[in-house]
């Protein structure tokens, strides 16, 4: 069964830092990844999703990286900014009809 | 729609009274997802729809959760007999790929509190 974890759990930095959250997975047979934001009382909104055969994408300030070999995958903010303050989920897709495996989340604040 | 609307946003349920979510997804998405989230979790899969049909309901955690998509659009999630550990917010998911396989557009949400 396919586990996502991602760390940090939490994280508070001040405004115009740039920082990396984690993600990994316990199976690689994954057919895509998708980052995906939170923000408190709201539904997902997706951010960038990478296929399994790409390493990378980039959507503004945000880019994402995953190796599927070691498991993992990156989302990197640039130049943060107080309005990035949100969770951040990452989830696996292995196949259509399993729908995605999520993982708990980051809880990201950034300080004005 | 723009996007994928569900209803209602909240919901207050007694424990044993039954409760209707709705999910009403892109227009011509083929592909229907169902999701709880626990607080503090993140979202666990219930059950997918490829058009009308069910394709999986594994996820559903027990046989009071039923969920269903007569004419392969609007979907409902019912559960029966409501109890404290349902408490979550329901989350509808749609994808245009007829297999699951393309981006994944949530809605808002519905959050249901049994007391």
């Known amino acids: 069964k396919q586990e996502v974890t991602q760390i940090p759990a939490a994280l508070s930095v001040p405004e115009g830092e740039n920082l990396v959250l984690n993600c990994s997975f316990t199976?690689?047979?994954?057919?895509?990844l998708q980052w995906f934001r939170q923000d408190p009382g709201k539904g997902l909104t997706s951010l960038l999703l990478?296929?399994?055969?790409?390493r990378e994408q980039t959507s503004g300030r945000l880019n994402a990286s995953l190796d599927k070999s070691s498991g993992r995958s990156t989302l990197y903010i640039a130049a943060s900014q107080p309005g990035d303050s949100a969770t951040y989920l990452c989830?696996?897709?292995?196949?259509?009809?399993?729908?995605?495996?999520f993982g708990k989340g980051t809880h990201l604040i950034i300080q004005p | 729609g723009a996007g994928v609307s569900q209803s209602p946003r909240y919901k207050v349920a007694k424990r044993g009274q039954d409760v209707a979510l709705r999910c009403d997804p892109i227009?011509?998405?083929?592909?229907l997802f169902w999701y709880q989230q626990a607080l503090g979790q993140g979202p666990e899969f219930l059950t997918y729809?490829?058009?009308?049909?069910?394709?999986?309901k594994s996820g559903l955690p027990s046989d009071r959760f039923f969920a269903e998509r007569p004419e392969g659009s609007v979907s409902t999630l019912k559960i029966q007999r409501t109890q404290q550990e349902d408490s979550a917010v329901y989350l509808c998911?749609?994808?245009?790929?007829?297999?699951?396989?393309?981006?994944?557009?949530f809605g808002q949400g519905t959050r249901l509190t049994v007391v």
């Open positions: 998911a749609s994808s245009s790929n007829s297999a699951g396989l393309a981006e994944a557009f």
């Open positions: 199976d690689s047979a994954i057919y895509n």
């Open positions: 990478i296929q399994s055969s790409q």
């Open positions: 989830a696996a897709l292995r196949g259509g009809a399993d729908g995605l495996t």
């Open positions: 227009s011509g998405h083929v592909s």
């Open positions: 729809f490829q058009n009308e049909a069910q394709l999986d």
